[in-house]
């Protein structure tokens, strides 16, 4: 029988579910969402199993919890960017400056992504969840063309959000590949120019 899923009040069990959530990011991302269990978890954060469940369902509800943070990270740095987007006359400088930035931080969660696609098939919240993600920075995205061109209206906006999201996830997950240096950073001037000229 489950037990009752409970936040934690007090300084002591909120320490203990920080390990918890420390614990499954680096077992994630270290051998992957289906090579991870609740028991290997709660090993690793240095208390039981049982304790693990006093405050997630299972290992997709940790999960969750850990996207959901990296989420917000990202949802404020997108702003950030998108606002600096808008007021710099050097645009090329600042997307290359938030494409390198994100191709890091994917390669820092290399194994969080990589099983998200199938995790999100398997898992309706977690499915749930990134979609709404998607739509939030589409929303930020759309936002700033309409800001850009508010004197005129912008033909099948939507799909050219769509289009720039889609390019750019693709190509961090090419990108993060590349092992030679200068073959890397070429790739990411020529992303970056056709971003560009697609969006300006």
């Known amino acids: 029988m489950q037990q009752n899923i409970r936040e934690p009040k ?10 918890l959530i420390n614990a499954a990011f680096e077992l994630f991302n270290e051998k992957g969402f289906y090579n991870t269990n609740s028991k290997e978890i709660a090993k690793k954060a240095g208390v039981s199993t049982g304790l693990f ?10 999960f969750l919890e850990i996207l959901n943070r990296i989420s917000h990270k990202r949802y404020l740095k997108t702003e950030k960017f ?7 006359n050097d645009k ?7 494409f390198i930035e ?9 194994f969080i992504y990589k099983d998200i696609e199938t995790i999100k098939k398997e898992y309706k919240e977690i499915g749930k969840y990134n979609d709404k993600n998607k739509q939030y920075i589409k929303k930020l995205m759309m936002d700033l063309f309409n800001k850009i061109n508010s004197k005129e209206n912008i033909e099948n906006l939507d799909i050219k959000c769509e289009i720039i999201m ?5 190509n961090y997950i090419l990108i993060s590949k590349i092992e030679n240096q200068d073959d890397k950073v070429k790739f990411i001037d020529e992303i970056v120019c ?6 300006f």
Not at 166 to 170: F, G, L, Q, V, Y
Request: glycine content about 0%; proline content about 0%; charged content about 40%.
């Open 10 to 19: 007090q300084k002591r069990a909120i320490e203990k579910k920080e390990c």
């Open 82 to 88: 998108l606002d600096k987007l808008s007021k710099e």
């Open 53 to 62: 469940y006093n405050y997630f369902k299972d290992k997709s509800d940790i």
């Open 92 to 98: 090329r400088k600042v997307l290359k400056s938030f």
């Open 102 to 110: 994100n191709i890091k931080l994917l390669s820092e969660l290399a």
């Open 194 to 199: 056709l971003i560009h000229d697609y969006m």
């Open 166 to 170: 889609t390019t750019i996830d693709a």
